[in-house]
């Protein structure tokens, strides 16, 4: 088992670009999750599924959207990007609430 | 709306001496996790506590939860090196499929 993978691992933006970052998952995980982490700041929740074909926001959801069409897959798309959203962006799924969390193994993004 | 504090923030100990972290939160949680990231990697599961007097242990580590207090203590017995890391402590509101996470504890542990 792979466990929870990011695509890609380390990307460059230009302010305005656009770009999706891709999870995916082996475990057939019911609830997957996407996190940023800046300096000092811990994890924040951008959005959430709980399901395919669901999605809902977290704390920190503004200038991201989220796609769940497969099971395993869990697409983070950055529409027009903004130095704002230069951070360390983790991905995560479990199989019920209570059960730890499984992160991926994080995608820097650099925006200019 | 759920906020995790964590203190310290920075903890530099020498080997072989004992330690705590602590977390509170602010409102009703039904859980409260650890985690561990070491530099550029991902976090790891260090401990799951579901319920009130709850303590896990794994070498050198245990995490106790107390739900009346709101809060939940990593504690190091005997640091070695090898425990230099980051922990984080994260707490799901009740019925809630969200995790709030602290702002992690930066340990170093020194000869």
Same mark, same amino acid.
């Not at chain 2, 995490?63 to 017995?77: E, M, N, P």
């Given at each position: 088992?792979?466990?929870?993978t990011q695509t890609p691992?380390f990307?460059v933006?230009k302010?305005?670009?656009?770009?999706t970052?891709?999870?995916?998952?082996d475990?057939?995980?019911?609830y997957?999750?996407?996190y940023?982490?800046?300096?000092?700041m811990?994890?924040?929740?951008i959005?959430?599924?709980?399901g395919?074909?669901?999605?809902a926001?977290g704390?920190?959801?503004?200038?991201?959207?989220?796609?769940?069409?497969?099971?395993?897959n869990f697409?983070?798309?950055l529409?027009?990007?903004a130095?704002?959203?230069?951070?360390v962006?983790?991905?995560?799924s479990?199989?019920?609430?209570?059960e730890?969390q499984?992160?991926?193994?994080?995608?820097?993004l650099l925006?200019l | 709306e759920l906020k995790?504090?964590?203190?310290?923030?920075?903890?530099s100990?020498?080997?072989?001496?004992?330690?705590?972290i602590?977390?509170?939160?602010?409102?009703t949680?039904?859980?409260?996790?650890?985690y561990?990231?070491?530099?550029?990697?991902?976090?790891?599961s260090l401990?799951?506590?579901l319920s009130n007097?709850?303590v896990?242990?794994?070498?050198r580590l245990m995490?106790s939860?107390?739900? !009346?207090?709101?809060?939940?203590?990593?504690h190091?017995?005997?640091a070695?090196?090898?425990?230099?890391?980051?922990y984080?402590?994260?707490?799901?509101g009740?019925?809630?499929?969200q995790?709030?996470?602290g !702002?992690?504890?930066?340990?170093?542990?020194?000869?």
């Amino acid at each position: 088992n792979a466990g929870v993978t990011q695509t890609p691992k380390f990307r460059v933006l230009k302010t305005g670009q656009s770009m999706t970052l891709l999870c995916a998952q082996d475990m057939n995980h019911e609830y997957m999750y996407w996190y940023r982490q800046d300096p000092g700041m811990g994890l924040r929740l951008i959005h959430y599924s709980v399901g395919e074909g669901t999605t809902a926001k977290g704390e920190v959801p503004d200038g991201y959207n989220v796609s769940r069409l497969k099971k395993q897959n869990f697409l983070l798309g950055l529409e027009s990007a903004a130095p704002s959203q230069t951070s360390v962006y983790f991905c995560a799924s479990n199989d019920r609430v209570q059960e730890t969390q499984y992160f991926g193994p994080g995608t820097r993004l650099l925006v200019l | 709306e759920l906020k995790v504090e964590q203190n310290p923030l920075f903890l530099s100990m020498q080997e072989g001496k004992n330690y705590t972290i602590y977390c509170n939160y602010s409102t009703t949680s039904d859980r409260l996790y650890w985690y561990r990231q070491d530099p550029g990697k991902s976090l790891e599961s260090l401990f799951v506590l579901l319920s009130n007097g709850a303590v896990k242990q794994e070498g050198r580590l245990m995490a106790s939860l107390d739900t !009346k207090a709101r809060l939940s203590t990593l504690h190091i017995t005997a640091a070695v090196h090898d425990l230099s890391a980051t922990y984080f402590c994260a707490a799901g509101g009740a019925g809630s499929y969200q995790l709030t996470f602290g !702002k992690g504890t930066k340990l170093s542990v020194i000869p």
